[in-house]
């Protein structure tokens, strides 16, 4: 039994508080124009995060927007971390493509991806975070 069970932490009309909405305006990720090329990678197995949820923002800004260029890969099999790790040929060559000036292509461009070695090679997710233990002291005199 929790210590917190059969308390609400919220009011029930919360998500009509104007300060909500306007958070969440903010950070919905899906059917806003976007300003220049969009690269997006996700993992089918990512425990963090939904694909399909990813998927359909993806194809519902893309729909509303078919002159956006957007490149969509979902990669099979993996998860948060271990997608961006599977690909990291593909994000680096789209990141050099940019700063060399090439143009992006407008519409969707969507393609589902195996990883080049075994899934048990990527490490999942992380377990832990490192954090400093004490203040870090920055010093131009060494």
Known sequence: M?????YQFTKPTWPQNPFVLKYQDIVR???KAISGPLLVIHGEADPVLDIKLTTAAVEQTASLFPNASI???????TSH???MNSCQ?????WITD????VPAAAGLDSEELTTPISKSAYQNERNWWV???TGVVYSLNG
């Open 71 to 77: 490149e969509y890969h979902s990669v099979s099999g």
């Open 98 to 101: 940019r700063f060399q000036g």
């Open 2 to 6: 929790s210590i917190v069970e059969g």
């Open 131 to 133: 954090a400093p233990a």
């Open 89 to 93: 040929w593909i994000w680096m060559d």
């Open 29 to 31: 990720n899906r059917g």
């Open 81 to 83: 971390n271990a997608a």
